[in-house]
């Protein structure tokens, strides 16, 4: 990101936060890196609200336990402010921007109305991966969420939730929704994780144009990057493409790179309801 004058957003979770080696290394980095919260719930976040913890190892994926959905909702938000809390007595102010594969609409307003967070993200549309899914939400792009459901817009305003979600990973425009369920023969996820399929140059330089086309409806809008539980030897490559990809698209005025929170604030700025699908003059780039 150095090399190529790139900015981004780190998600530290809760067991990685309170790590002084993480602690120093991020703020080593903040001249190109805004740092918020990964939302995902571990064993030292529950014991420090004085809960007993009921996952199988300390960091578990499992919904009941991994997820603030498998809390009561008083919990829920006692595990959100503890912490919103300790990251701001770290890096001196509350994060602009959080995310998890996904968060309930109980949370979500919580960081909304007490925090002012100004994006969240959650996981693309899967079918069982890791053992639950998500379907049926909006494809990409981003919404106002509804406070009954946060996988649906709000079809009012009165029923809106004022911090944008944006879909995560870079999903493929043709293949992603249903390659687990139909017979594609695609090897790896189609979607820009340089762990996946944007390892690959030629599907990246495919991707880029469908992105950059602008036949988007009222905006195009990619997320670049990996969890990093990849590791390096899996991700560097495509990683390293596509940031020089990104790069040289943004020299060309063809793109805007942003944060998430600053994605956020964006949107919220652009909208004031989520937005109507539309495209011509409208569209606009940003990753």
């Not at 997820?67 to 300790?86: A, K, Q, S, W």
């Amino acid at each position: 990101m150095r090399k190529h004058g790139l900015k981004g957003t780190f998600l530290l979770q809760y067991d990685a936060l309170m790590l002084p080696s993480y602690q120093r290394l991020m703020a080593d980095r903040s001249d190109f890196c805004e740092i918020g919260l990964w939302l995902e719930v571990v064993q030292p976040l529950v014991e420090a609200i004085g809960e007993e913890w009921h996952g199988r190892y300390p960091w578990d994926w499992y919904n009941d336990v991994g997820f603030l959905i498998g809390y009561e909702p008083n919990v829920r938000l006692r595990l959100v402010d503890r912490t919103m809390e300790d990251f701001k007595s770290i890096f001196g102010k509350y994060p602009a921007s959080v995310g998890s594969w996904h968060i309930d609409e109980v949370s979500m307003k919580h960081l909304s109305k007490q925090y002012h967070v100004d994006a969240c993200c959650i996981c693309r549309d899967q079918v069982g991966t890791d053992g639950y899914t998500m379907q049926g939400g909006y494809y990409n792009q981003a919404y106002y969420p509804s406070v009954n459901n946060m996988f649906c817009p709000a079809a009012t305003k009165k029923n809106q939730i004022d911090m944008p979600v944006f879909r995560m990973l870079g999903s493929d425009p043709v293949y992603a929704y249903d390659y687990q369920a139909m017979p594609y023969g695609i090897k790896y996820c189609p979607t820009l994780e340089p762990g996946q399929l944007g390892r690959k140059p030629d599907w990246c330089d495919w991707f880029f144009r469908e992105m950059l086309s602008g036949k988007g409806l009222c905006f195009q809008y990619m997320q670049a990057g990996q969890e990093n539980s990849f590791g390096w030897k899996k991700m560097g490559t495509g990683l390293e493409y596509q940031f020089s990809s990104i790069a040289e698209f943004a020299k060309e005025g063809k793109l805007e790179i942003l944060t998430l929170g600053e994605s956020g604030r964006w949107f919220k700025k652009s909208f004031d309801r989520p937005p109507a699908a539309r495209g011509g003059e409208q569209a606009s780039s940003f990753a």
